[in-house]
């Protein structure tokens, strides 16, 4: 379960600490906005980085209002290979300075695409804080989640109906990770009304899941965007992500 939201104060926002590789969401502090930069095309890890540190330096933006991130993997992981490419991942934000003494304060999402996967792990998006006068409406980020608790000795141990497929098993997938994504909107003092943007990631078929799990509670109120992509992570097959962001480009 995560803690409390932390501050933090040269990024402009405030997040939610979870595991060493992301935080479970973030949210835009007073006097500042969030804006999601989508690239054209994914952009191999390294360049990715490289070329969101051109463009904060561009704007005349900290590192640390680097903030969230889309990754678009070729296929999903095993638990080994994940935790060697977090690692990857996460000292970038070290040498940044952003990520300290083990504590990431940056939100993410990482999926495998069904359809024209990348050749290697790359950068689909990004968001960045941005000063910002009207902010009526607070910004965030919530972090990619599927099926399974985070933080544990492995996610096969936790996983909500492991290698069950079926329009049941596949319920309870949903409705724990709506649960996941409900208590940590709660844990930036937002809740699904304030959501501008919901997605689902999966390649298996929702059916009457989607009406019945999604737009009946009320977690979609206008629409759900559904990516035909797999988690991360083998045999975890459900994972959402949810924002309300002011701006959203394209570079």
């Given at each position: 379960m995560s803690s409390p939201a932390s501050q933090f104060d040269?990024?402009?926002?405030?997040?939610?600490?979870?595991?060493?590789?992301?935080?479970?969401?973030?949210?835009?502090?007073?006097?500042?906005?969030?804006?999601?930069?989508?690239?054209?095309?994914?952009?191999?890890?390294?360049?990715?980085?490289?070329?969101?540190?051109?463009?904060?330096?561009?704007?005349?933006?900290?590192l640390a209002a680097f903030c969230a991130c889309e990754l678009?993997?070729?296929?999903?992981?095993?638990?080994?290979?994940?935790?060697?490419?977090?690692?990857?991942?996460?000292?970038?934000?070290?040498?940044?300075?952003?990520?300290?003494?083990?504590?990431?304060?940056?939100?993410?999402?990482?999926?495998?695409?069904?359809?024209?996967?990348?050749?290697?792990?790359?950068?689909?998006?990004?968001?960045?804080?941005?000063?910002?006068?009207?902010?009526?409406?607070?910004?965030?980020?919530?972090?990619?989640?599927?099926?399974?608790?985070?933080?544990?000795?492995?996610?096969?141990?936790?996983?909500?109906?492991?290698?069950?497929?079926?329009?049941?098993?596949?319920?309870?997938?949903?409705?724990?990770?709506?649960?996941?994504?409900?208590?940590?909107?709660?844990?930036?003092?937002?809740?699904?009304?304030?959501?501008?943007?919901?997605?689902?990631?999966?390649?298996?078929?929702?059916?009457?899941?989607v009406r019945e799990e999604l737009f009946a509670p009320g977690?979609?109120?206008?629409?759900?965007?559904?990516?035909?992509?797999?988690?991360?992570?083998?045999?975890?097959?459900?994972?959402?992500?949810?924002?309300?962001?002011?701006?959203?480009?394209?570079?």
């Amino acid at each position: 379960m995560s803690s409390p939201a932390s501050q933090f104060d040269e990024g402009g926002y405030r997040y939610l600490p979870s595991v060493f590789q992301y935080s479970a969401g973030v949210a835009a502090l007073p006097g500042f906005a969030i804006e999601r930069v989508r690239f054209a095309d994914p952009l191999p890890l390294e360049a990715g980085f490289d070329a969101i540190e051109a463009l904060l330096a561009a704007r005349g933006r900290p590192l640390a209002a680097f903030c969230a991130c889309e990754l678009r993997s070729p296929e999903p992981f095993s638990e080994a290979g994940f935790l060697d490419f977090n690692r990857r991942y996460a000292s970038r934000l070290e040498r940044w300075g952003v990520m300290r003494d083990g504590v990431n304060p940056v939100a993410r999402t990482n999926v495998c695409p069904l359809f024209d996967p990348p050749d290697e792990p790359s950068i689909h998006a990004f968001c960045l804080t941005i000063p910002a006068t009207d902010t009526r409406h607070a910004d965030f980020v919530i972090a990619g989640g599927g099926e399974a608790k985070e933080g544990g000795a492995s996610y096969r141990e936790s996983i909500v109906r492991l290698r069950d497929p079926s329009t049941e098993g596949l319920r309870a997938k949903v409705r724990y990770v709506v649960g996941e994504m409900a208590r940590r909107l709660a844990g930036l003092g937002h809740g699904w009304r304030d959501a501008t943007s919901v997605q689902a990631y999966t390649v298996r078929d929702l059916g009457p899941l989607v009406r019945e799990e999604l737009f009946a509670p009320g977690v979609a109120r206008d629409a759900v965007a559904w990516h035909l992509c797999r988690p991360p992570v083998v045999d975890i097959e459900f994972e959402m992500d949810v924002r309300a962001c002011a701006i959203e480009s394209r570079a």
